[in-house]
């Protein structure tokens, strides 16, 4: 009877745990990964986003001062409110935001004053629902979302003196409490850049218990029975006398268009839920979201850290359209500040998207990508450009003109039904002009198009990068040029202008480098300075950013031999750095410092791909090595679990692509580099009904190097496959084993896309 019920036992826990993976995967995400970072050392930079999927509104509770980037470390003792945020990163700040906070006792407005001791272990942190006690106050906060609105559930003690803070933040807020309605309402207008002047956040806040005290404040000062307030910084504080355990319900909404609107949006998706019906529906969303990619293995750990890493994925950009009284979708223009119809998505830098996180987009959720290129159709006809970094309108920050990247590869993957001639149009106008800022359309144009690249001696900062990424972004405009069969004078001008990056290769170093303006390179050269020429890199990680023509790089370093022993150095160099263009040790210095892993930055974008450049060169052995490497030592379902910033699901991506056996090297073209997958077992569920099924069985920690592989049951010699070959679904069928292959992937008919050999 006895081994019975352990048999029996037995299977009821392998069940649970099947069941758990294949229909709960949000139950695997932990949005406190990468929470413990701090300004000089990003362990990810991110906060634990209580949302629905490309929400509109964010929600996380606020450990940082008002206006800090860093709204919540892992590390923090005190919870300040809980905020809604639009925040993409801490560099970039946030923007319509405010925050509420339940407080007993005392009344107590201040952001020092009113914030309470928090622990950890009375946390609970999911992206559909996050609840946390508050000792000070012993209050036990609830918070669940919509897409545009939240619904807060707060538990009280007995108290004679309960209250909630509503803080509309400073640099300009107006309050409203309307006693009669259990109502408040106001906006924020505290941004940091990329906004008209018109710019305000509007809220509206409905409470299920009347109010019996009401006061607004100004500044510092409080005033008791006034019911509106408007200037700097204002904010309201309604109380109540509460029963021990008694739930107090707020619900809340914004909208960048106006109080009505954020009335509606209110309305339209709160008014006939309760809490825990808002709960259920919020998971069951993220359900539907992170299910489109199964994953299967007996390592809890890096199940969390796939989920974690897919959750972020699908977090930026955000939506910026809301839905109004007619039932027709309409935006706020960040560009001119007028209410529009149509899409519109902020919140993401394509300098670090543009690698993975839009591929992946393309790959399993192409009809939310469709939305966001007709999105970025509206970005261009109100702001005359296409952002380079959106939040919300434009951001000065960072180089290159990557949405072209963006838009092509889109189109090339298959994706249809908005109109691709006017973002053509957009990415012909970003290619040949300086935009308002520098970071938008193309800094130093002038010297690119006739030099053939951006020189080092003319005051235009990190131009090797710029000369390097426009390219590669000519490479895309010219793919998407030759599928739109424009005249041939214009394809061929970006066939030409995509070979740019041979100009700046430096033979004395076997690397890329500036170059001044009358061709000569600058003298003592130094590959280990960061910035300078490169962005947030140096030369060792800027190097590989040739991404349509690897074979073309192959023949400037002296072939594949030469190659490979090139990227082998990057790990066998020691970390050593020149900073002096920074003055100081940026937090991307430090992160590459401390891995144990030479000069790769897996911490920043630039070098991201570089593992899966081995495959070019004949030894696809050292991708399957790296790749595992870099996944199980550098990622982890912590707070400290990313090894710098994630930055906008870009990190992630890389992950999410690596973990299942393949990567999108070059965007803009229809091929996956292979790697070797972390699991056992990978479903993806694509939108077209059909299923892609990644079987590795004897996969394990020593197992790491593909020995053979089999699409679909014929032998794949290839160290590549193919987009649309994958839509058609099927199954990769991976033989893994604890020593490489020498022979599979070795010829150049097994190489990847290489322009230099696609003619």
């Known amino acids: 009877m006895k081994i019975k019920s352990l048999i029996f036992l037995g299977i009821m826990q392998s069940c649970f745990f099947l069941n758990a993976q294949n229909l709960d995967p949000v139950e695997y995400v932990n949005p406190l990964m990468g929470t413990q970072s701090l300004h000089n050392l990003s362990n990810g930079n991110t906060y634990p986003a209580i949302c629905r999927p490309w929400g509109m509104n964010f929600w996380t509770p606020q450990t940082g001062k008002m206006g800090d980037g860093w709204a919540y470390t892992y590390t923090a003792e005190k919870i300040k409110g809980f905020k809604q945020t639009h925040q993409p990163s801490p560099w970039m700040n946030d923007y319509g935001q405010f925050s509420i906070m339940p407080v007993t006792g005392k009344l107590a407005f201040a952001e020092d004053d009113r914030a309470s001791w928090f622990s950890h272990k009375a946390e609970v942190s999911k992206p559909y629902y996050y609840s946390v006690y508050l000792a000070d106050h012993d209050v036990t906060t609830e918070i669940t979302t919509t897409e545009r609105a939240a619904h807060f559930q707060i538990t009280f003690p007995e108290n004679e003196k309960s209250s909630v803070v509503i803080d509309a933040f400073d640099k300009g807020s107006y309050i409203k409490i309307i006693p009669s309605e259990n109502k408040i309402i106001g906006y924020t207008t505290r941004n940091s850049g990329g906004v008209p002047k018109n710019f305000k956040n509007y ?61 509606l ?66 935006h706020y223009s960040p560009y001119n500040g007028k209410v529009l119809p149509g899409y519109m998505y902020a919140g993401t830098g394509f300098w670090d998207t543009f690698r993975a996180l839009y591929p992946l987009l393309n790959l399993v959720y192409p009809s939310i990508n469709k939305e966001m290129q007709e999105g970025l159709i509206n970005d261009y006809k109100e702001g005359g450009f296409l952002p380079e970094w959106s939040s919300p309108g434009f951001r000065n920050v960072m180089v290159g003109n990557n949405s072209a990247s963006v838009v092509s590869d889109a189109y090339m993957k298959g994706l249809r039904g908005y109109d691709i001639n006017t973002l053509y149009e957009a990415l012909l106008h970003g290619a040949n002009n300086e935009g308002p800022l520098e970071a938008v359309g193309r800094k130093g144009v002038q010297y690119y198009n006739t030099l053939g690249y951006v020189p080092y001696d003319v005051n235009i900062n990190e131009n090797a990068a710029r000369t390097l990424e426009y390219a590669y972004d000519d490479f895309t405009i010219w793919k998407l040029a ?48 960061w910035g300078d020429a490169f962005t947030e890199g140096n030369s060792w990680h800027y190097s590989w950013s040739v991404f349509h023509d690897i074979q073309g790089l192959i023949d400037l370093m002296g072939g594949e031999k030469n190659f490979t022993a090139k990227l082998d150095a990057v790990f066998t160099t020691p970390p050593i750095f020149d900073d002096s263009y920074y003055g100081a040790v940026i937090h991307e210095i430090r992160e590459m410092q401390i891995m144990n892993m030479g000069q790769y930055a897996h911490g920043n974008q630039p070098i991201q791909h570089m593992i899966y450049l081995y495959d070019y060169a004949g030894e696809p052995w050292k991708t399957q090595y790296w790749s595992r490497e870099v996944m199980n030592r550098l990622y982890k379902p912590t707070p400290d679990g990313y090894c710098g910033d994630e930055d906008n699901g870009q990190t992630s991506a890389w992950y999410i692509f ?60 290839k160290n590549y496959i193919n987009h649309f070959d994958v839509l058609k679904g099927g199954e990769l069928n991976f033989d893994m084993t604890n020593s490489p292959n020498f022979k599979r992937g070795t010829s150049k008919e097994a190489f990847p896309y290489s322009y230099s050999t696609s003619k």
């Open 658 to 717: 690596s973990a299942m056996g393949f990567y999108p090297v070059c965007p803009g073209t229809e091929e996956y580099v292979l790697g070797a997958p972390l699991f056992k077992k990978t479903t993806l569920q694509l939108e077209n009904g059909k299923q892609l099924v990644i079987k590795a069985p004897n996969n394990s920690e020593s197992n790491k190097y593909v020995n053979e592989l089999k699409w679909n049951n014929a032998l794949h010699t």
């Open 482 to 529: 030759k599928a739109l069969n424009r005249p041939k004078k214009e394809i061929s001008l970006y066939e030409k202008r995509m070979m740019n990056y041979k100009n700046l290769y430096n033979t004395s170093v076997g690397l890329m480098s500036g170059r001044n303006k009358d061709g000569s390179f600058p003298a003592n050269f130094n590959p280990f300075k």
């Open 203 to 263: 809220f509206v806040l409905v409470f299920d218990k009347k109010f019996e005290t009401n006061s607004t404040w100004l500044d510092k000062v409080l005033s008791a029975d006034k019911l509106e307030s408007e200037g700097n910084h204002v904010g309201a504080v309604v109380g109540f006398k509460t029963k021990k355990g008694e739930k107090v319900n707020v619900r809340v909404a914004s909208s960048f268009i106006s109080l009505e609107q954020a009335e």
């Open 265 to 330: 949006n209110l309305k339209n998706e709160l008014s006939k839920s309760n809490f825990e019906e808002t709960v259920a529906q919020s998971k069951a969303e993220w359900n539907k979201v992170l299910g489109k990619i199964t994953v299967e293995d007996t390592n809890v750990d890096q199940l969390k850290t796939f989920y974690s890493c897919l959750y972020r994925t699908v977090c930026f950009p955000q939506k910026q359209y809301e839905i109004d009284k007619d039932g027709k979708m309409v």
